[in-house]
Structures are given as structure tokens and as C-alpha cells.
């Protein structure tokens, strides 16, 4: 241990700053800002509009689950059934003053089915005159007309809007017309998310400009971050505009690469500058060349912790691509991108923009902080003042700190998963105002039906399989939570009073097309169409998917029938089990590849422990009083949120990632500073002090921005937005507080000089990154 921490800080093993890449090239940058800032200018100006690509092709929620039964049931449509339409929307017509019968509400009936066939890409229109024991509501005020479409999503969110437009030009005095169904609600929810999207950015921006100005104290230093947090994120959307080209993603997407693109954008510049803002004070005014030279030992220096802390970030974002979701791998994709970008913009673009500047950095400095900025003494501040008194009592104020952030993860514990689908989010746009008919006149799952595909395996269907599918049929039917049930032995038993297969070949030759959305063409696969009473996003009708399920296997266990339920409410249901199931596997992959990230650029064995232990109790903490705000309701008036009962399904899986990622960044900024020091000084106590003192004015002001960044996307009102900006605003303040400012000192003063052992083998074979 001794023979390892003397060749530590003899520094032989380090090379000089100048030998080293980020140096050169930093150098290079600041003395030919021009070329570089034209550059990226090019480069902006093509993301401009590779950026409207990626808005404009957006697609609403899906919780598909890769090899789930609901997937599996879906394909089996898709392969068997290649003329039903991707998807029935439909036309929500209804009155409080007439009825269905009236003469008035037949003649929008009318318009609304003649207009509708004569929309492009329509398959089919039905009349509810033509089924009103299905499509005219109890009480006769509401009536549907079922529009069937051809599509992809993305096509099918498309032609929401002129359909809804439609639907807009049917309402007469006594009838509304709305045109509601999956498409339509997903259309306006990305309507929602950017409006939401820019209503964060009012509030957070102008938050984020005041914490900047006093932290920077001059007007210039605090208008740089600003600027590349926007160049960060225009630049993350062009690149994924590019992408879009090859695969879809999500609406949440947007709203999460802005978060992290401001709050890195942001964060990363921060530290550079206000490294380089040191280098240039004990640099003087001693001409432009070394001036260069300060800005490439910044970036030597605490660019190195910024692409350091970008990886940790990437590192803990790709534990999401073992969750079997797109929508999580659409996420995952989106977040990194706005990492790399940020880590690419932070070490080329920022170096030219400090170049630039050089002194003027400083200009239009506030008052008071003209003489901090001429002169800055970071070891005579109050933070050297606090942080020197918690050394005194590392034992209490760990202590104290772990008991309080420990006792506030324990709901963790009593976590719920559950979805919201969005409907109240849009509840006053046209698509929500049908859906919330549609859910008090008929049962809310007539919209999002259980399909349970049956089938041979490439045989006709026999007399005693067709038994079974109606012994199944009339399982689920009796189910409590079941409103409606259509199958082709119900259709069959009602039509000819009997379901063989005599009876199934003669109802085809008389009926055909009324049975193909029932029996595919080779006559070995049926869809049992189950309508649940509750919406598809209940614990109810989750119930009712595990008890088909279940029922399923009863009754086609020895038949040669195999059975997979799926539709909207199954796969909600496996995307629940999915987040359940890859939960622990994302934690320890993430804990894995972040211990051995940091015992490679700290050549430390406790230091990664450490730094784990608190990023776990910074995550927990957090987690924990978003159940109990949001899932138990507690101080969730004050907070101006809705107690939901649940934390939205994948959203941990998310936070975890992020959270760790970002907390990391602290850890890594404010580690390399201590591990300067060490190197310098071989004396543990002044390491950490000094590292400290130095880092956490900046690492407090990078935190407040996040906070504010974050804590704005609460306003919005989908939900997984609301609990995402409510996590990540309240991770990074416990980070920054009572983690960086308290545990990490009395830690580390706790454990001393072993914070720095590293056996002598495994310093000889670990690869070396740090100058």
C-alpha cells in the first residue's frame, strides 16, 4: 500500500498536461476559434432542420414488450389476419338533448358515415344503426361510429388530425362530434408534451439564467452555459432526426433530451469555466498564447472530469437496454445521444467560445463580485468554513446523514408500478373529451379491448377445439370485470344455434366477410374479442388480463390450441412484469460497470465503494419520497401534484439510470479535484478539503440549476413527466447537499488515507487515463 500511494504521489507515473491530446487540442481551439465556432455553425444550421424531423415524427405511448404474449398475439394478427385493419378509431356522437332515433341525430349519423368513407385511408365505416345493441349506449344519448384505418402508428397519428377535423364540422347545436380511439389520444398527448415541453422551458430558463448570474457573478460567464444547454439540445435533436429516418421514438423522448440536454449543457460548462476562470486568474494578463495555454490545462484538467463524467452517464443510461421494451430502447437512445453531444460540444465548441473571450468572460460583473472575480480565494470562503467543520465530526455527520437518507428510502419498499395512458392529461382536447364520453356511456374498455388469439398451429379448427374456445368464451364472460365478449362459437351458437365446424364452413359461405375478423382465411386462428368494464390503464382490467390468462391455459391445455392474450390492457401488464423483472438486472449491471469506471480513473479500491454507497442513498431517498408524494398522497397539495396510487411503470427503471448517472458527474468532478490534490500533497485530510473547497460553490450552483431545470417540468400535466422532473429535481438536491457538502467528507475523513489504496498487481494491470 505505501510503495503504491509514494508512486502515486510522486506523480512519476503521470505524463505532463502538455503531452496529452485534450491539451493540444485545446490550445489549438483557442487560438483558432473562428475556424471551429463556423464549424459548428454548419453543423447547427443542418440539425435546424434534421430537428423538425424528429418533432414532427413522434410517436405516442407504446409499452410493447419484446417476446411477451401480448407481442406474440399481435404478430399472430398481423401474419393470420392481413386484411383487418391496424386499428378502429371512432366517432363519438352524443346529446343531452335528443336521442339516437330523433330525426336530428340520424342526419349526423348520416354525414358523419358518409363523410368518414370518403376520407383516404379508411377501410371501413359502420353505421351504429347497423349494431345498436353494441354501439348505441344505454339511454340512446351516445352513439359510436367505428372507423377502421390502415397504417403503421406513425401514419396512423398522422391522419388523426384531418380526421379529427371531421369530427369537428359534424357538431350541430344538439350533437357533439368528437373522434376519439389509441391514435387520436396518442396524437394529442405529443400535442400536450410540447406544449408542456415549452411551458418548462419558460419557467426553467429564466430560473436557470438567475442561479447562473449569481453564481458567475458576471453577465457573460452565466449567458455561455445557456447557450450551449440550447445548442446542446438542437444539436441532440438533429442527431436524432437522422435517426428517426431508421426507427421510431417516443414522445416522452423530446421531453427527456431537453431535461438532460439543458441540465448537462449547463453543468459541464459550468465546471469548465469556472476552472478556467482560476487558470486565467493565476495566469494574469500575460498575452494571448498563455492565455491558450490556460484554457488547454482547463480542459486537461476538468474537461477530462466532464468526458469522464459523460461516460458514467452513458455507462448507467445502457443498463436500460436490458429492459425488452422499445419504448425504453427509444429512451435510452435518446438520452445518450444528448450526453455525446454535450461531451463532444463541451471539450471543441467551448474551448473556441473561451478562446474568444479570454478576459472578457468577466465583463458586466456584478458589483459585489468584482473583487471575488479579480481575486478568488475559494480557501478563505464560507464553504471552506462549513466543510472544515464537518472534518471535525466526520463520525456524527455521517452518521446522522446515512440515518436520514436511509429512513427516507424505506417506501421504496411498498413501491407500486402502474400506467396512466395520458387520457387525463388531454382531457380537454377533442380526443379526450370522446374518450371521457365514451368511459361514462359505455364501459371505458370498449376502446381498448383484450384480444386473445387461438390458434391450431396450421390445422382447421375441430369440433372439440371449438368447444373449447367456447368453454373459454364463456369463462371469460362471466368474469365480473368482463363487459363483452365476441368469438367466433358466440357468433355462431346465436346465428345457427350450434358451433361445430359444419356449422362454422356454413356461416363462412353465407356470411364470408362478417366472419373474417373472427376466423382467419385457412381456418385454423381466432381473435375472442374481450371488452373489459374498467379502462385499460385499471388495476381492474390488469386482473382481468392475468385471470384470462390463466383461464386460457385451463382451457386449451390438451386441445393442440395455443393461446396468447393480448391488445392494449395485456400489454400494459407486460411491460409492468418486464419493469419488474429487469429492474434488479439494470441496478447491478449499472453498480458493475460504474465500480470498475471509477477504479480506472481513480486507481482506487474503496473510492468506487464509496461513491456507490451515496449514489445508492442519494437514488433511494429520492425514490422514496416520490412514493410517498405521489403513490400515498403525502404533501402532494402542497406540491400542487395528484396522489396516482403508483409510480409510472418504467419511470424507475429511468430514474435510477439517470439519477446514478448524474450524481456520478458530482462525484467524479469533485473526486478528480481531490485526487489533484492528493498527488500534489500525499496528505489525505487536505486532499479532501481542498478538493472540496474548490469544487463546491460550483458543484452547489450547477446543482440549484438542475434543481430549477428539473423541478420545472412538474407544471406539466402528463404524468410520467411530472414524476420524472419531481425525482431527478429531488435526487440532485440531496446529491448536492447532504451527500457532496457532508457525507463525502466525513467519509473520506473517516477512512483517510486508505480512500487512496490500491494493491501494487492491480495498479500494474489497470489501464491508465489520467495524466
Not at 185 to 199: K, R
Not at 333 to 350: E, K, Q
Not at 488 to 516: C, F, I, N, S, W
Not at 575 to 598: F, H, K, Q, Y
Amino acid at each position: 500500500m505505501t510503495d503504491t500511494l509514494s508512486r502515486t504521489r510522486r506523480g512519476g507515473e503521470h505524463r505532463p498536461l502538455e503531452e496529452g491530446f485534450l491539451y493540444r487540442w485545446a490550445v489549438w481551439a483557442a487560438l483558432n476559434p473562428v475556424k471551429v465556432i463556423l464549424v459548428w455553425l454548419v453543423l447547427l444550421a443542418g440539425a435546424a432542420v434534421s430537428a423538425g424531423y424528429f418533432t414532427s415524427h413522434l410517436t405516442g405511448n407504446t409499452n410493447s414488450v419484446i417476446g411477451s404474449d401480448s407481442e406474440k398475439a399481435a404478430e399472430l394478427i398481423s401474419a393470420e389476419f392481413p386484411d383487418t385493419p391496424s386499428e378502429t378509431d371512432f366517432v363519438v356522437l352524443h346529446s343531452t338533448s335528443i336521442d339516437a332515433q330523433d330525426p336530428a341525430f340520424r342526419e349526423v349519423v348520416r354525414t358523419a358515415v358518409e363523410r368518414y368513407r370518403q376520407a383516404p385511408d379508411v377501410r371501413t365505416v359502420v353505421s351504429p344503426y347497423d349494431a345498436p345493441d353494441r354501439l348505441i349506449a344505454p339511454g340512446g344519448k351516445t352513439a359510436l361510429v367505428p372507423v377502421s384505418l390502415d397504417g403503421d402508428d406513425k401514419k396512423l397519428q398522422e391522419q388523426a388530425g384531418p380526421l379529427g377535423e371531421i369530427a369537428e364540422g359534424l357538431g350541430t347545436g344538439q350533437v357533439e362530434a368528437y373522434f376519439t380511439g389509441v391514435s387520436p389520444l396518442a396524437a394529442a398527448a405529443v400535442e400536450q408534451g410540447n406544449e408542456d415541453l415549452s411551458m418548462a422551458e419558460t419557467i426553467g430558463f429564466p430560473a436557470a439564467a438567475i442561479v447562473l448570474l449569481l453564481a458567475f457573478g458576471s453577465l457573460v460567464a452565466a449567458a455561455i452555459p445557456l447557450l450551449l444547454g440550447v445548442v446542446a439540445v438542437l444539436a441532440a435533436f438533429g442527431a436524432l432526426g437522422i435517426a428517426t429516418h431508421f426507427t421510431t421514438f417516443d414522445v416522452f423522448v423530446q421531453t427527456a433530451v431537453s431535461m438532460v440536454g439543458i441540465a448537462l449543457g449547463i453543468d459541464y460548462t459550468l465546471f469548465i469555466v469556472t476552472r478556467f476562470r482560476e487558470e486565467l486568474a493565476k495566469a494574469g494578463d500575460s498575452g494571448r498564447p498563455e492565455r491558450a495555454r490556460a484554457i488547454g490545462r482547463t480542459v486537461a484538467t476538468a474537461g477530462q472530469a466532464v468526458l469522464f463524467s459523460g461516460i458514467t452517464v452513458v455507462v448507467s443510461l445502457a443498463g436500460l437496454w436490458l429492459v425488452r421494451s422499445a419504448k425504453v430502447y427509444s429512451m435510452a437512445v435518446g438520452m445518450t445521444v444528448a450526453v455525446l453531444v454535450m461531451m463532444l460540444i463541451a471539450v471543441t465548441l467551448l474551448p473556441a467560445l473561451l478562446g474568444l473571450l479570454g478576459p472578457r468572460i468577466n465583463r458586466f460583473a456584478l458589483p459585489w463580485a468584482r473583487r471575488s472575480l479579480a481575486h478568488p480565494d475559494p480557501e478563505h470562503s464560507g464553504w471552506a468554513k462549513a466543510i472544515a467543520v464537518v472534518m471535525r465530526r466526520p463520525l456524527l455527520v455521517a452518521a446522522l446523514g446515512t440515518v436520514l437518507l436511509g429512513a427516507l428510502s424505506i417506501p421504496v419498499f411498498h413501491l407500486q408500478y402502474g400506467v396512466d395512458l395520458g387520457a387525463g392529461a388531454v382531457a380537454e382536447s377533442p380526443p379526450g373529451k370522446g374518450y371521457g364520453i365514451v368511459s361514462e356511456a359505455y364501459a371505458p374498455g370498449v376502446l381498448a379491448p383484450i384480444t386473445v388469439v387461438v390458434s391450431a398451429g396450421g390445422d382447421r379448427f375441430t369440433d372439440a377445439q371449438l368447444d373449447a374456445v367456447a368453454r373459454f368464451s364463456d369463462q371469460a364472460a362471466g368474469n365480473r370485470e368482463t363487459a363483452d365478449v365476441v368469438s367466433v362459437t358466440r357468433v355462431l351458437d346465436a346465428q345457427a344455434k350450434g358451433h361445430t365446424t359444419a356449422h362454422l364452413e356454413a356461416a363462412t359461405r353465407a356470411a364470408g366477410p362478417a366472419l373474417a375478423e373472427l376466423v382467419s382465411r385457412d381456418g385454423d386462428t381466432t381473435v375472442v374479442t374481450v371488452r373489459p368494464r374498467h379502462g385499460a390503464d385499471t388495476d381492474e382490467t390488469a386482473d382481468l388480463v392475468r385471470e384470462l390468462r390463466t383461464q386460457a391455459g385451463g382451457a386449451f391445455a390438451g386441445t393442440g390450441l395455443t393461446a396468447h392474450v393480448g391488445g392494449g390492457p395485456a400489454e400494459i401488464v407486460d411491460i409492468t412484469d418486464e419493469s419488474s423483472r429487469a429492474m434488479p438486472l439494470v441496478i447491478g449491471a449499472v453498480l458493475a460497470a460504474s465500480w470498475l469506471l471509477l477504479l480506472i480513473a481513480f486507481r482506487s479500491l474503496v473510492l468506487p465503494f464509496e461513491a456507490i454507497f451515496m449514489n445508492l442513498l442519494t437514488s433511494g431517498a429520492a425514490f422514496g419520497a416520490a412514493v410517498l408524494v405521489f403513490q400515498e398522497g403525502h404533501g402532494a397539495d402542497l406540491l400542487g401534484v395528484e396522489r396516482t396510487g403508483f409510480i409510472q411503470v418504467i419511470l424507475p427503471l429511468f430514474a435510477f439510470a439517470l439519477v446514478f448517472g448524474l450524481s456520478m458527474d458530482y462525484q467524479v468532478f469533485m473526486l478528480s479535484r481531490m485526487r489533484e490534490e492528493w498527488d500534489r500533497t500525499g496528505d489525505n485530510a487536505a486532499a479532501v478539503q481542498l478538493g472540496l473547497t474548490r469544487t463546491a460553490k460550483v458543484i452547489t450552483a450547477a446543482a440549484a440549476i438542475m434543481v430549477v431545470v428539473f423541478a420545472s417540468f412538474m407544471f406539466t400535466r402528463i404524468l410520467e413527466i411530472k414524476q420524472m422532473g419531481f425525482m431527478l429535481a429531488l435526487a440532485v438536491l440531496i446529491d448536492a447537499t447532504i451527500v457532496r457538502l457532508l457525507l463525502v467528507p466525513s467519509l473520506m475523513r473517516l477512512i483517510g488515507r486508505g480512500n487512496w489504496w490500491l494493491p501494487g498487481w492491480l495498479d500494474r494491470i489497470l489501464p491508465r487515463t489520467r495524466h
